[in-house]
């Protein structure tokens, strides 16, 4: 009975999340990094959720969602030159005099580089199956979005004080992340097979993709004279946004990594301008 017990838990993703809370808990004293709540409920625009994990130290907020993939192998797509980034297109949120908030998406640049890709093919998912990577990142930023602006009423008006936040969209599984380094000239278009790549198992990858099909943020736009096709380029940049994709194994040592801080954007922050 006690086995068949087992089999109905251990075939729910509850136990990786308790497992993670827990590690985080365990070694909070070296990154302080808190967990500020978990199963956190969240309503947007109609959807609605659960947050697994709220992650909080000082301005930075890691939204975290736990997948667990069993026997899974996740593999992105990186050109063979490409160098590892460390930008995130992240969501921030501050608060002004009069209660007044502004907010917005920016390419803040994180104090650890990785590979950044906009392709993810899961084992299992076929060409007429929506992409689950997508789905599950997408819902992600919805709920960060969310999270975001629930918070908004507990900023500090005063320029000296606690009055800004930026997000972290951050999607923690147990799934194998591999990298598969390909040529654009190595790939027949006869078939769209591609030859020659080569493979490499990574414990982080930021993930980098038009997630939204809400309206874009015209405020960086360039003068009303700039050319439409130049336009749609600058609306579609704008639409992309971050998830940090990382092994579960390895999420105590990233933390560890952004003990001193998450970004290194003090004097780039879109409120500093």
Not at 38 to 45: G, Q, T, V
Not at 120 to 145: D, F, K, W, Y
Request: aromatic residues 10%.
């Amino acid at each position: 009975m006690s086995r068949d017990l087992d089999s109905i838990v251990n075939s729910s993703g509850f136990m990786l999340q308790i497992a993670i809370e827990h590690a985080v808990e365990n070694s909070s004293s070296r990154h302080e990094f808190n967990v500020h709540a978990r199963e956190h409920p969240w309503r947007f625009d109609g959807d609605s959720g659960f947050i697994d994990l709220v992650l909080g130290r000082s301005s930075a907020r890691l939204v975290c969602e736990c997948k667990r993939s069993r026997g899974g192998a996740w593999v992105f797509l990186v050109e063979d030159d490409a160098r590892d980034l460390d930008r995130g297109r992240l969501h921030w949120r501050k608060m002004a005099a009069r209660r007044l908030a502004s907010s917005g998406w920016h390419n803040f640049h994180f104090t650890t580089s990785a590979p950044e890709s906009s392709f993810c093919i899961v084992r299992g998912h076929g060409e007429n199956q929506r992409p689950m990577l997508e789905t599950i990142a997408a819902r992600l930023i919805v709920s960060t979005e969310a999270l975001a602006a629930e918070e908004a009423p507990f900023l500090d008006t005063a320029e000296d004080g606690d009055n800004f936040r930026f997000y972290v969209p951050l999607l923690i599984t147990t799934a194998e992340l591999w990298i598969c380094r390909y040529k654009p000239d190595s790939i027949a278009l006869a078939t769209g097979d591609a030859a020659g790549a080569n493979y490499e198992q990574v414990p982080l990858v930021y993930f980098r993709k038009s997630l939204t099909t809400g309206p874009a943020d015209y405020s960086l736009r360039g003068t009303e004279r700039e050319l439409p096709d130049r336009a749609f380029a600058s609306m579609s940049r704008e639409q992309e946004r971050t998830v940090v994709v990382v092994s579960a194994e390895y999420l105590v040592d990233l933390l560890l990594r952004w003990e001193t801080a998450v970004t290194r954007d003090a004097r780039g922050f879109p409120w500093a301008s």
